[in-house]
């Protein structure tokens, strides 16, 4: 069953208009993740995927990450489109944030441009922003795409939304 689209305000763009499968594509938005009062990671050179019914995902190069915080996380999955993903551990200090990224180090031909770039959860950080709006994180336990206030839902995760 899909869902009846969110009207797309002013300055807004729907999820609903996003393609399937989904896509990659260069973003200069400025992204800027910071937990306990460290910059994470900060870049307006990231890759946003955008597929229908979900908010962008954003794969940050890893010069956007500051030297030292990660450490590969156990665990994999698969993306029908994009391959296999493994997972990322944020280290600050005493505190261990356990697989809060994730990259394809072997991507799919179409998605290639990820190579090396890994994506981030925004729940357990203090704060993610794109382009200075604060991300409210994607419903649901797996996804991990970033809700700002530029988009019109309803977004995948939600309760009822498995078969969208």
């Known amino acids: ?31 800027v993740i910071a937990h306990r009062g460290t ?22 190069p890893p010069e956007a990450i500051v030297p030292g915080l990660l450490r590969r996380a ?10 296999n993903a493994v997972y990322w551990d944020l280290v600050l200090g005493d505190t261990v944030l356990p697989g809060v990224g994730w990259s394809y180090p072997d991507p799919s031909r179409a998605f290639a441009a990820l190579r090396d770039h890994i994506a981030f959860y925004a729940a357990p950080f203090d704060r993610c922003t794109v ?10 336990e797996f996804y991990g795409g970033w809700i700002t206030p530029d988009l019109a839902g309803p977004f995948k995760g939600v309760p009822g939304s498995r078969g969208w």
Do not use: N
Request: hydrophobic share 30%.
């Open 74 to 83: 156990g665990g994999t999955s698969f993306c029908e489109w994009k391959g």
């Open 131 to 140: 382009d200075g709006a604060v991300v409210v994180p994607q419903p649901g």
């Open 1 to 31: 069953m899909r869902p009846r689209p969110d009207p797309a305000g002013p300055g807004q763009e729907s999820v609903w208009s996003y393609p399937r499968p989904a896509r990659a594509e260069p973003s200069a938005a400025h992204i």
């Open 39 to 60: 910059i994470v990671a900060d870049t307006r050179a990231s890759i946003r995927t955008i597929e229908t019914s979900h908010p962008p995902s954003y794969y940050l």
